[in-house]
C-alpha cells in the first residue's frame, strides 16, 4: 500500500509507519498455529519468537528499499525498534542497555557504506529530517 502510493504521489511527502509484529510479550505457544514458525523446527522460547518476527521484518524493508529505488524521485528509509535488550532473561530488566534501540538509515546520502552511530531514539526523527531537507536541495 505504501508503495503504491509514493508512486502514485506527486508532491513531496513524509509517510510514518509503525509495525507492531516483532513486538513482546513473546510467550511461549504464540506461534503454536503458525505453519512456517513449525516447518522451520521453531522451539517456544521467547528468541525463537522475537527471531521469527524478526525475519518478517528484514523482508519488509528489503521490500521497501527495492520500491523507493524505482521511485524516479529520491526516498529515504528509517527503521527502528526491536528492542532485542528487553528479551525475557537476556539482560538485567534495570540495565540502562535495556532501551537501546538498534536503527537505520537508507539512504543517507555521504555516509557512506557500515557507518555506525550512536543516538538516542528521540534523535532518529532529527537525522530523518536533515536528511530528507538535503534531498529537497
Known amino acids: 500500500f505504501v508503495l ?6 506527486r508532491e513531496p511527502a513524509f509517510v510514518f509507519v509503525i509495525t507492531m509484529e516483532a513486538h513482546g510479550p ?4 504464540r506461534l503454536a498455529r503458525d505453519p512456517a514458525f513449525q516447518e522451520k523446527g521453531g522451539a517456544d522460547t521467547a528468541m525463537d519468537v522475537y527471531l521469527h518476527h524478526l525475519g518478517h ?5 528489503g521490500e521497501m528499499a527495492d520500491g523507493l529505488s524505482a521511485l524516479p524521485r529520491p526516498a529515504a528509509l ?3 525498534g526491536d528492542h532485542v535488550g528487553c528479551l525475557p532473561g537476556l539482560h538485567d530488566p534495570w540495565d540502562a542497555g535495556c532501551t537501546a534501540t538498534d536503527w537505520v538509515l537508507w539512504p543517507e546520502p555521504g555516509a557512506g557504506a557500515g557507518t555506525t552511530r550512536s543516538l538516542r531514539p528521540e534523535e532518529i526523527g532529527d537525522l530523518l529530517w536533515d536528511t530528507a531537507m538535503r534531498a529537497r536541495s
Do not use: E, S
Open 78 to 80: 528509517c527503521a527502528y
Open 26 to 29: 513473546w510467550r511461549p505457544g
Open 4 to 9: 503504491d502510493w509514493l508512486a502514485a504521489c
Open 57 to 61: 521484518t528484514d523482508a519488509l524493508l
